[in-house]
């Protein structure tokens, strides 16, 4: 089984500190994923990164950052924390498969909580 | 841009009862997917649909894609307790491999 792991499940910080989310996958996938997701908005998608080092802006990556350096691991950085980024981060992997009649199914990871004070 | 949107975002449902949950999106995809959580917990993947005509069943759920309607549902049969949860259905972008996500829908089945 795929397994995805998330490096904490609740974080607490404070406005402007700086802020590292670390996603780890054991299942040598290419893909990852960052989403949030807010009550009512369903999950949105931050960054994702198609290998090591290589890096895609998603639909709302204003005021994050991503590193990919190995390719088991996917961080998230909050580069000044600000309370608006109060919510629940979730990381995903897929495999590279060739063209659309491949699954892709994401895994996701639990999920960390953060609040931002 | 692929919007996805699911119907109805609440439901509560009757144990035994029937119901459908309804996925449409925007543009063309060939790729569909159907996520399951439960409260403070990730997604747990339940269906992968990937051509127009698919249907995949598990237990009491039953998921069904027609691309050219670009609709998807979810049916669920003689509902149970341990079915409440919020579902969601994502769409596969056409290019890359990431996903749109629905707002999911919020189900809770009561006796």
Known sequence: DVKVTQSSRYLVKR???????????????????????????????????????????????????????????FSLILESASTNQTSMYLCASTQLAGGFSSYNEQFFGPGTRLTVL | ELKVEQNPLFLSMQEGK?????????TTSDR????????????????????????????????????????????ITAAVHDLSATYFCAVGRNSGYALNFGKGTSLLVTP
Not at chain 2, 18 to 26: A, L, M, R, V
Request: aromatic fraction near 14%.
């Open chain 1, 15 to 73: 406005t402007g500190e700086k802020v590292f989310l670390e996603c780890v996958q054991d299942m040598d996938h290419e893909n990852m994923f960052w989403y949030r997701q807010d009550p009512g908005l369903g999950l949105r998608l931050i960054y994702f990164s198609y290998d090591v080092k290589m890096k895609e802006k998603g639909d709302i990556p204003e005021g994050y950052s991503v590193s990919r350096e190995k390719k088991e691991r």
């Open chain 2, 18 to 26: 029937n119901y459908t949950i309804y996925c449409n999106y925007s």
């Open chain 2, 32 to 75: 569909l997917y159907w996520y399951r959580q439960d409260p403070g917990k990730s997604l747990e993947s339940l269906f992968v649909l990937l051509s127009n005509g698919a249907v995949k069943q598990e237990g009491r759920l039953m998921a069904s894609l027609d691309t050219k309607a670009r609709l998807s549902t979810l049916h």
